[in-house]
């Protein structure tokens, strides 16, 4: 038994998934500096809270990326095609999220909020472009068998970004200005611009937009709409059902995603500083992220994807409650410790269930524009709906905040048993019935 370990575990020795730690940290690293960490910057520097949720509105791009991920899956890149089409669109978006971060560097929000707003704007729009070919890459450049492993290896590399971009990002707010410490991150960029400097474009059989010279520009068009954006979009209506599930991925981590543009100021106001929340948040939230997302794995190792889903998405939408406990402990720091373990196990757990069953969905020829389209559904209830958390945190307060929170658990699992009930148990198939590569078999 050792050995089996042992020799399943040489995978990790791979260089490649030295390149996914990398890849992984790049496409981490940014967010933070879009969420948490800006709101904090924001609060800083007067702004009110109503307008500090309004932020959450800028990173809609993470929605909607599946809009042009059909160019960045599918065209060359002009200027850079020496590099290979993955490449120089994994160098060109890595390059325009280091330039942006700087830049807002530069801006004193309590000046010009606009300029700001605009940066962060740029910046999630480069992000989430950068998080498109990062996704395909890793798809094309491993086998089936050695997909589990690349997607941990990335998913160690985005939560070391988080950790940067966050604890590294608030510890350095308690001895440097604002502006200093975004002028730091920026250079965070640097490790994936390395990586994607040492790697060879990934072997693609498909041909890109520009290789077909034989054909008319009209019928080349028309040819790239039809394989980039109409069959990805067609085969997912196909399945039965297909809007329910959209609705059910907008809903299901609602309750989790409310909180998160707040989540920041909430720890301000009970008195905790900069490098407590960072130490409490980013390091102990990530290992209890860590331990959610394996205790939701093993789980789902032990039922199926559907029960899965349901058990989670109620344990993530009753740990909300935990917050109200912290509201009257105030300043406690054993109680915040506590409060981020609940949040963030539960968070991790529910991540792992999601994250299976829309992987579950995607068919492996689109899976690109499939992934990009589902995971942008996951983020828009993050970045859109809950654009609104600070209007209700000034009118009802932060008890009664998070108590609604957890009611926004409530319309998720509904259509979660509406879809069980109403269509076959094929729409959300169990683990065993998803292939590694998280595609799901066609019948």
């Not at 949720?53 to 993470?62: H, M, Q, R």
């Not at 910046?123 to 068998?145: G, H, M, P, W």
């Not at 106001?269 to 980013?282: P, R």
């Not at 991790?348 to 589902?374: D, E, R």
Request: with cysteine; aromatic share 12%; hydrophobic share 50%.
């Amino acid at each position: 038994m050792l050995t089996k370990i042992l020799s399943a575990g040489k995978i990790y020795l791979d260089r490649r998934m030295l390149v996914m730690i990398a890849f992984g940290f790049s496409s981490g690293f940014p967010f933070p500096l879009v969420f948490n960490t800006l709101s904090l910057w924001l609060g800083e520097a007067g702004l009110p809270l109503a307008v500090i949720g309004t932020f959450s509105l800028l990173k809609t791009p993470y929605s909607f990326k599946w809009a042009w991920s059909p160019l960045v899956d599918r065209l060359p890149l002009p200027g850079l095609a020496f590099m290979g089409r993955r490449r120089s669109w994994t160098f060109f978006t890595m390059l325009l999220v280091g330039i942006s971060i700087f830049a807002m560097s530069l801006v004193n929000p309590a000046e010009n909020p606009s300029l700001m707003a605009a940066l962060a704007l740029i910046l999630c729009i480069s992000s989430a472009s950068q998080d498109i070919v990062l996704d395909a890459y890793r798809v094309e450049n491993f086998k089936t068998s050695e997909q589990a492993a690349a997607s941990a290896t990335f998913i160690l590399g985005y939560r070391l970004g988080f950790i940067f971009s966050g604890a590294g990002a608030l510890y350095l707010a308690d001895v440097i200005s604002w502006n200093c410490v975004y002028a730091v991150m920026s250079s965070g960029i640097l490790i994936g611009l390395t990586a994607v400097l040492l790697i060879k474009e990934p072997k693609d059989k498909r041909k890109s937009f520009s290789s077909r010279k034989k054909r008319s520009s009209p019928e080349k068009i028309k040819d790239f709409f039809k394989n980039a954006v109409v069959c990805p979009f067609k085969d997912f209506m196909s399945r039965p059902g297909w809007a329910y599930i959209l609705l059910f991925i907008l809903l299901y981590r609602l309750s989790d995603a409310y909180i998160s543009p707040m989540a920041y100021i909430f720890y301000k106001d009970m008195g905790f500083g900069y490098s407590q929340i960072a130490t409490v948040t980013k390091i102990y939230g990530t290992i209890a992220t860590i331990v959610g997302m394996l205790v939701g794995g093993m789980l789902l190792n032990k039922m199926s994807l559907t029960r899965g889903l349901l058990l989670c998405g109620i344990l993530q939408g009753l740990s909300n409650l935990i917050y109200v406990a912290q509201t009257y402990a105030g300043n406690n720091l054993y109680m915040l410790t506590l409060t981020i373990s609940v949040e963030n196990i539960t968070g991790g757990m529910g991540t792992a269930a999601f994250v299976a069953y829309i992987s579950s969905l995607c068919n492996v020829k689109y899976t690109a524009t499939q992934y990009a389209l589902l995971s942008s559904l996951m983020s828009l209830a993050r970045d859109v709906l809950a654009s609104s958390s600070g209007w209700l945190v000034q009118h009802i307060g932060w008890s009664s905040f998070f108590i609604s929170t957890t009611l926004m658990a409530v319309p998720g699992l509904l259509v979660l048993w509406y879809i069980t009930r109403r269509y076959p148990p094929a729409i959300i198939p169990s683990l065993s019935e998803t292939n590694p590569s998280g595609a799901k078999p066609r019948r």
